[in-house]
């Protein structure tokens, strides 16, 4: 056989084994190896990613710091431009100069390929390439070229292009990620062809986000911080006292770890041994403890035992419903206990925040009293967030004293918060009201809205306190804010219209109540009813 008969040969089966190509001639750049570039030899997890990469059109990866995936999918990217002529590839990144990195890494790759091209300007008979600031062009004789360009984000930075293959670096931290990607998806949507790969490590809130953890048609890839054979249990436990804050979205161990706030968590204490198969021994006293809001009913049966150990053994969250409904399944949920486990489970008083005790203009009648006409008296909590944090954290100890478990995984909703929930940058003793994303949607902060002293922007009430017209699920109450702040100064807002030309502008989860119930303002449909109840003008 020839050279060129053994070349392409060779090529024939590089193009279907790219996990071969790749440790047979792909190349990476190591900082703490004795010599710079070396030979890439793929980890199980990198393999495992690869595999996924070829067998879907829609990939997203979430992924530790430092595990080398740029390096998997430039050296793809490489496959992908020296096996077949004629492809083209786009990637964004998140600026210019990352761009630019990008072009770098692909040409340091293509120039440890002498088997299959060379660097130079087209020639006769020979496959070459040319590298450029922001592309690379393959050369290939007598046929078309193949191509890489990359894009600082930008919207409509793609629109012009048919691609082959489409790659988002860093994709959670990319501006205008939505309307990016709303522009660049129809670059390779065709029903034969066109492929996707979205990686970084995860930015609460982003489109990154949304796509890892919603329903959807992405292959959804995670590597964890032990993907590298070389981090061993004490380095990833040296790491954590190094960057205590940041490495769960750093280093994640779980996607579930990946998800959480960055910054610094206000519950750090909070992992997976606060759950229990085991029920608290000797008598015990139940208790129940609820939050009741506009739009989500919290309600939680705790158990202390004689040595003061508290475990949560029931938990039920519900969005959109009325006192009577609420006080309903409260009182039969309660009796369901008491009937299967004795009379224990009956709790001897049921608690709740004091703003359940304010009256509301229209009836004289606080909601607690409501609550109470349905059969359910309600006992005033403590109002003090200070001590309230204080005390949690304290049971949420492991070292010493009482401390807090979940029965049989009973409560993921408030698990899930608890892991979540960040630490107040100027007020280290409480948690912050941000990311706003967590437990809030937003209204632009020149949204009026309707106090006991008259119609008043929001950004108006910063650092105020007063009451504020809100409906209870029944009627329209005066009802008690405080800690008002700009929380999202980068979120994506909406605008919607009424038919009596009043525009409100909000994020795309803020709840409207119209004539069905609470909706988010994104499944709104156009002619829907909302609600606009009318109120008494008087102070509280």
Not at 121 to 149: C, I, M, N, Q, W
Request: glycine share 6%.
């Amino acid at each position: 056989m020839t050279i060129d008969e053994i070349r392409e040969k060779e090529k024939e089966y590089c193009r279907g084994h790219v996990d071969y190509f790749i440790e047979t001639y792909g190349h990476y750049e190591d900082k703490d190896a004795p010599e710079l570039i070396q030979p890439f030899r793929l980890w199980d997890g990198q393999r495992k990613a690869l595999q996924g990469i070829v067998d879907n059109r829609l990939n997203i990866i979430l992924k530790a710091r430092q595990l080398g995936i740029t390096w998997l999918v430039v050296n793809y990217v490489a496959w992908l431009l020296t096996m077949f002529n004629g492809r083209t590839v786009i990637g964004m990144s998140r600026t210019e100069d990352e761009a630019k990195e990008l072009v770098r890494r692909l040409d340091m790759v293509l120039s440890k390929m002498p088997e299959f091209l060379t660097f130079g300007k087209a020639v006769k008979g020979r496959v070459t390439y040319e590298k450029f600031s922001l592309d690379l062009v393959v050369h290939y004789p007598g046929e078309p070229d193949s191509v890489f360009k990359c894009f600082p984000s930008s919207p409509g930075a793609t629109r012009s292009f048919t691609a082959d293959l489409l790659i988002f670096d860093e994709w959670a931290y990319q501006e205008a990620a939505d309307e990016i990607w709303a522009s660049a998806f129809p670059v390779i949507n065709r029903p034969t062809g066109g492929k996707v790969i979205g990686l970084s490590t995860n930015k609460r809130g982003s489109l990154f986000e949304k796509i890892y953890t919603g329903d959807n048609k992405f292959n959804k890839i995670f590597l964890p911080w032990y993907t590298d054979p070389r981090r061993t249990k004490e380095w990833y436990e040296d790491t954590k006292r190094e960057i205590p804050d940041t490495v769960f979205q750093e280093y994640p161990e779980t996607p579930e770890q990946a998800m959480l706030v960055p910054g610094g968590a206000f519950f750090p204490e909070v992992d997976e041994d606060i759950f229990t198969e085991e029920p608290l021994n000797g008598p015990v006293m139940t208790y129940f403890v609820m939050d009741y809001g506009l739009d989500m009913l919290a309600a939680y049966w705790i158990q202390v035992d004689s040595e003061k150990n508290a475990q949560i053994i029931y938990e039920f969250c519900r969005p959109n419903m009325t006192i009577s409904q609420a006080a309903e399944e409260i009182i039969s949920i309660t009796n369901r206990m008491v009937d299967m486990y004795g009379k224990s489970y009956r709790p001897e008083y049921y608690l709740a925040p004091p703003d359940l005790w304010n009256r509301s203009q229209e009836s004289g009648k606080s909601r607690a009293i409501l609550f109470g006409e349905c059969g359910l008296p309600l006992t005033k909590s403590n109002n003090s967030l200070k001590d309230g944090c204080a005390a949690v954290k304290e049971y949420l100890r492991k070292d010493k004293g009482p401390h807090l478990t979940i029965l049989n995984r009973c409560a993921p909703s408030l698990y899930n918060s608890l892991r979540k929930i960040q630490k107040d940058k100027k007020r280290p003793e409480i948690y912050a009201n941000d990311p706003h994303d967590l437990t809030h949607s937003c209204l632009v902060g020149d949204t009026t809205v309707k106090t006991t002293e008259g119609d008043v922007k929001i950004e108006d009430l910063v650092g105020k306190e007063g009451f504020v017209y809100a409906w209870d699920g029944s009627e329209v109450v005066a009802k008690p804010f405080r800690d008002v702040c700009m929380t999202n100064d980068n979120a994506d807002v909406f605008e919607i219209e009424l038919e009596d030309g009043t525009i409100i502008q909000a994020t795309a989860d803020h709840p409207f109540l119209t004539s069905e119930g609470w909706k988010m303002l994104s499944d709104l449909a156009v002619g829907e009813d909302v609600v606009q109840p009318t109120y008494s003008p008087c102070k509280q």
